[in-house]
């Protein structure tokens, strides 16, 4: 599904919800410019071995490119499971972002292209102008920080700058004697009323041949110094070619203070756009997100939905998503340097951080490749179609996210590479687990309980053991035709592709109503409600292994960096 700026905050419930319904989540990002590791490595340095570089120098070189380039695109794919039915459900989104903060924002974002990073993603059907003209907008936590930095200052800062006059300038002197003996008439009126007000403005103003003659910058600066300096209880206002001076009313102000905060808060959390579900996924704070805005005016379907988003939220808070993705190490410098802010120095303090956000990580390289480093050299697509006549585990796509159901050119589209990370997670580690292989890599000791497939139950499995029956089954599958085919993921309604909260299914031009919680012309292929789903025995199908089951200490928070010492960069311990 394509999420675009215009439909991004009437969606957000919806995926939101996907993201707390979700058993892991995996993601991809697409960038203006990634680092020339070749320039910017120095010649012969004596901490390289064999010509590869340390963790800690490709860690800033990645951090140096993430601060100069920006993210263009990022994939989201939730995925859930059926347990009646013994399968997983897929609810792949694309989104482009916008790198431009919106005009009425007040910091400044500059944004570089990398020429050569640019034609790549042109030459998969990214086009730049979506992004400027229907992209997300998107706020870091650090321009956040600066913009309510800004804004307060502007609140707090005089109307101008002090100013003295000179001796000489008579004019401004018999201005300023003029401005004083009616501020202090008016202020000595005998009668007054509410509502009242004085106008300072040139002699002669609004008579002709002066009618369009108003004070200038000047002058408007004095009146408000000398009000502000000599009677602090009036106030003045700019009016076109004149200054308005009324009373100084504190309830007044206040209201005009808490709408101004009110407008302000509604435009940053606006532009904080798709943060929201970045921090969705590690469990950080959704309070400012005002669940009225995308409610009814009124009435009991106002109430209904705030309390579903409140629901909501609460599932999301405190509670941390698996976050999937493929040679994630990248990803993650991207994704913080976007969404969070500046980098830290040192990678040590990167890997800490990344593991407090999100304890559990899995990088699909890392788990496809460490038993067999011949598969190394292969990219996801190659993995992904390598995989591809693995029949465990049943895959399925949301009826409501269809547009991946037929494989196409869609490689580098960040929601599609996002669903094939999802893809190879289930289906490599499915495979992986039940050969029982990652035992051996255990601490010792450690009580060891997988799952082996009854005699003959196997053969559906792909063998990760031998190097070249995989290469054989890519050369295969590279070979065949490259019409359209199929992905090889159903499309059935499961228990977790039910018509949900949030749900706004079928294609985003049909016209929706977010508030109703369902289309308002259902699809032929989509019921108002769930059909019942016979049970079935979960043990005879394949599932991922349980997220607390040693497998994970062995694969998880371990990211591949090919061309290091290292070689991996390990985020730290998995949760038990």
Not at 172 to 197: C, D, G, L, N, Y
Request: with cysteine; net charge negative.
């Amino acid at each position: 599904m394509d999420v675009t700026g215009q439909d991004f905050h009437r969606l957000l419930p919806s995926l939101l919800e996907s993201i707390a319904d979700a058993q892991f989540v995996a993601i991809d990002l697409e960038f203006s410019g990634i680092s020339n590791q070749q320039k910017s490595r120095p010649r012969a340095p004596k901490q390289y071995a064999g010509g590869k570089a340390s963790l800690q120098d490709r860690y800033e070189e990645e951090r140096s490119a993430a601060e100069k380039y920006q993210v263009l695109q990022i994939g989201i794919t939730c995925v859930g499971e059926s347990l009646n039915r013994g399968l997983y459900v897929l609810r792949p989104y694309n989104f482009n972002l916008n790198p431009f903060p919106n005009e009425k924002m007040n910091i400044q974002r500059d944004v570089t292209l990398q020429g050569r990073a640019v034609q790549f993603l042109y030459r998969h059907n990214f086009c730049l102008e979506d992004s400027l003209s229907s992209g997300v907008y998107y706020l870091s936590r650090a321009e956040e920080a600066e913009e309510r930095q800004i804004e307060a200052q502007l609140r707090d800062k005089d109307e101008g700058p002090s100013v003295q006059l000179e001796a000489d300038d008579t004019v401004s002197w018999e201005f300023m004697h003029r401005v004083q003996r009616e501020v202090i008439a008016w202020k000595r009126r005998p009668t007054k009323t509410p509502f009242e007000f004085l106008n300072i403005a040139p002699i002669g103003h609004g008579l002709p041949p002066y009618l369009d003659r108003g004070l200038n910058s000047f002058q408007r600066l004095l009146v408000h110094q000398y009000v502000r300096t000599e009677h602090p209880d009036l106030i003045t206002t700019s009016r076109q070619g004149f200054i308005q001076i009324t009373a100084r009313d504190q309830r007044q102000q206040d209201a005009e203070k808490q709408y101004r905060t009110k407008i302000f808060e509604e435009r940053v959390a606006r532009q904080v756009g798709l943060r929201w579900l970045i921090e969705a996924m590690h469990g950080g704070d959704l309070s400012a997100i005002d669940p009225a805005s995308f409610a009814p005016a009124n009435g009991t379907k106002k109430d209904s939905v705030i309390s579903k988003f409140n629901d909501v939220r609460n599932k999301l808070q405190g509670h941390s998503t698996v976050l999937v993705g493929h040679n994630l190490f990248l990803d993650l410098i991207y994704l913080y340097a976007c969404f969070f802010g500046p980098l830290p120095d040192r990678v040590e303090d990167f890997q800490r951080i990344i593991h407090d956000l999100f304890p559990r990580i899995i990088d699909t390289k890392y788990l496809a490749t460490h038993d067999n480093p011949d598969m190394a050299a292969l990219n996801l697509e190659q993995l992904d179609r390598m995989l591809h006549p693995q029949a465990q585990p049943v895959i399925e796509l949301h009826p409501g996210h269809t547009k991946y159901a037929v494989d196409s050119d869609s490689t580098h589209e960040a929601g599609f590479d996002s669903f094939m990370t999802a893809r190879l997670l289930l289906r490599s580690s499915v495979s992986i687990e039940a050969s029982g292989r990652y035992i051996d890599e255990l601490p010792s000791p450690v009580e060891v309980a997988f799952f082996t497939p009854p005699e003959g139950e196997g053969d559906d499995l792909i063998d990760f053991k031998d190097a070249s029956a995989q290469l054989e089954v890519i050369g295969r599958t590279l070979s065949e035709s490259s019409s359209p085919q199929s992905s090889g993921v159903a499309t059935t309604r499961t228990t977790f592709s039910h018509v949900t909260k949030f749900d706004l299914l079928g294609d985003l031009s049909d016209e929706v109503d977010p508030f109703t919680l369902r289309p308002r012309t259902p699809s032929a292929e989509v019921k108002s409600k769930a059909e019942p789903e016979p049970e079935i025995d979960n043990e005879t199908g394949r599932r991922l292994p349980a997220w607390e089951s040693d497998f994970w200490r062995v694969y998880g928070n371990k990211l591949q960096v090919n061309g290091t010492m290292e070689g991996v960069c390990d985020l730290g311990s998995w949760p038990q």
